[in-house]
């Protein structure tokens, strides 16, 4: 399979994962168990249908590696493994809130975010029936719509971000938002880090920094991010990983970045 065709089968699993999403919420979301944090909440449809895309792509692509939220990680002998988050923005299914995505992209290399190369990435919003996509060379598309990130106006930057499960990095979390405010016209914390990457692709957010961010969360919007002519890194030298992930033009990322580092340098956050 080549890139378009990584894709295409991205596309066809994530509508079907999504459409189970939906349909569980529907019938009543059960919290299965707590992680890494009281805050920190997997649901019974979150493993359900991580269980469905991984035997969607065990059917498809047997050799290929798999790095899931729920069910961890699976060693291939392709050089590709797929990055899923099944229910990106946990909390907000559980809370009724129709912001999540299933958001499934798939690598080259070894499965560390510091050394991947992304190949192809899908990100299906079910209650907005939105699916962004994108492959390697072939540009960010949310359905037949090609996207392109946005500069800010001359109010400034509608910046995206999000706060950990660990209440013990808060204040940090709220240090860095007081941070970049100066850039800002406005901040949106949605809840769901692959959106808010694919609204920076679609030019519909200018901008999104966040810390904590695993794998998974990140995989699929980074690469939407770079398809539409964006910028997405970590701390300067290093890609989008849990110390931070900054998403944006690349004018506002250079902004962006260089007050992050300012307040890391501090000591502060
Ligand atoms: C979530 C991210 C969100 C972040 C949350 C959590 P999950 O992923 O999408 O941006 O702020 O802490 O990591 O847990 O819903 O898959």
Same mark, same amino acid.
């Given at each position: 399979?080549?890139?378009?065709?990584?894709?295409?089968?991205?596309? +066809? @699993?994530?509508?079907?994962?999504? &459409?189970?999403?939906?349909?569980?919420?529907?019938?009543?979301? !059960? @919290?299965?168990?707590?992680?890494?944090?009281?805050?920190? *909440? #997997?649901?019974?449809?979150?493993?359900?249908?991580?269980?469905?895309?991984?035997?969607?792509?065990?059917?498809?692509?047997? +050799?290929?590696?798999?790095?899931?939220?729920? %069910?961890?990680?699976?060693?291939?002998? %392709?050089?590709?493994?797929?990055?899923?988050?099944?229910?990106?923005?946990?909390?907000?299914?559980?809370?009724? *809130?129709?912001?999540? &995505?299933? %958001? @499934?992209?798939?690598?080259? $290399?070894?499965?560390? =975010?510091?050394?991947?190369?992304?190949?192809?990435?899908?990100?299906? !919003?079910?209650?907005?029936?939105?699916?962004?996509?994108?492959?390697?060379?072939?540009?960010?598309?949310?359905?037949?719509?090609?996207?392109? #990130?946005?500069?800010?106006?001359?109010?400034? &930057?509608?910046?995206?971000? $999000?706060?950990?499960?660990?209440?013990?990095?808060?204040?940090?979390?709220?240090?860095?938002?007081?941070?970049?405010?100066?850039?800002?016209?406005?901040?949106?914390?949605?809840?769901?880090?692959?959106?808010?990457?694919?609204?920076?692709? &679609? $030019?519909?957010?200018?901008?999104?920094?966040?810390?904590?961010?695993? =794998?998974?969360?990140?995989?699929?919007? !980074?690469?939407?991010?770079?398809?539409?002519?964006?910028?997405?890194? $970590?701390? =300067?030298?290093?890609? =989008? +990983?849990?110390?931070?992930?900054?998403?944006?033009?690349? %004018?506002?990322?250079?902004?962006?970045?260089?007050?992050?580092?300012?307040? !890391?340098?501090?000591?502060?956050?």
């Amino acid at each position: 399979m080549d890139a378009r065709e990584l894709r295409d089968l991205a596309v +066809d @699993i994530a509508k079907e994962a999504g &459409a189970l999403a939906r349909r569980r919420r529907s019938e009543g979301v !059960a @919290i299965a168990a707590t992680k890494s944090a009281l805050a920190d *909440i #997997v649901t019974e449809a979150d493993r359900e249908v991580e269980l469905l895309i991984r035997a969607r792509l065990g059917d498809a692509r047997p +050799d290929d590696g798999f790095l899931g939220e729920e %069910s961890g990680a699976e060693r291939g002998a %392709s050089g590709l493994t797929w990055v899923v988050d099944p229910i990106d923005g946990t909390v907000n299914y559980a809370y009724g *809130i129709p912001h999540y &995505a299933v %958001s @499934i992209a798939v690598v080259e $290399g070894e499965p560390e =975010p510091q050394t991947w190369d992304a190949v192809a990435a899908a990100v299906f !919003a079910p209650t907005e029936d939105e699916l962004f996509t994108a492959y390697r060379g072939g540009g960010a598309w949310l359905g037949d719509a090609r996207l392109a #990130v946005g500069e800010p106006g001359d109010a400034g &930057a509608l910046i995206a971000t $999000g706060f950990g499960y660990d209440p013990a990095t808060h204040a940090g979390d709220l240090e860095r938002v007081a941070q970049i405010m100066p850039l800002a016209r406005d901040i949106r914390r949605a809840g769901a880090a692959s959106l808010d990457l694919a609204y920076v692709a &679609a $030019g519909r957010l200018d901008g999104y920094v966040e810390r904590g961010l695993q =794998p998974w969360d990140h995989a699929a919007g !980074a690469l939407l991010v770079r398809e539409a002519g964006g910028v997405v890194t $970590g701390m =300067p030298g290093q890609q =989008p +990983d849990r110390p931070m992930t900054i998403a944006a033009s690349p %004018s506002l990322h250079a902004a962006l970045q260089e007050r992050v580092v300012l307040l !890391a340098e501090n000591g502060s956050a």
